[in-house]
């Protein structure tokens, strides 16, 4: 599904415009990612969890050359989902 079919499965359930809808989608986004980048998570019981994961510095290889390179450590995001979600996908 994209976001414009979630825009419209939203708007449909929740008996509001199609507008509403994409602006309360937004509104979870970007709530979403300024919490993430504050380092804090994001939880929704029965859904799952949006965290923030480390990954270490490490050394990697061009596959086109073989010469090794540096990857640099960095921050990734990652999500865990919930009992309920991993039983109804089951």
């Known amino acids: 599904m994209t976001k414009e079919g979630l825009v419209k499965k939203?708007?449909?359930?929740?008996?509001?415009?199609?507008?509403a809808a994409e602006k309360a989608l937004h509104s979870f986004?970007?709530?979403?990612?300024?919490?993430?980048k504050k380092g804090n998570k994001v939880t929704l019981i029965g859904f799952g969890t949006f965290s923030i994961g480390k990954r270490k510095a490490r050394l990697g290889r061009n596959p086109r050359t073989g010469k090794t390179l540096k990857i640099a450590a960095r921050k990734i995001a990652k999500f865990k989902p919930g009992k309920a979600l991993k039983d109804l996908v089951k």
């Not at 986004?29 to 993430?36: E, Q």
């Open 29 to 36: 986004l970007d709530g979403v990612k300024k919490t993430l």
């Open 10 to 19: 939203m708007a449909k359930e929740a008996d509001i415009a199609k507008g």
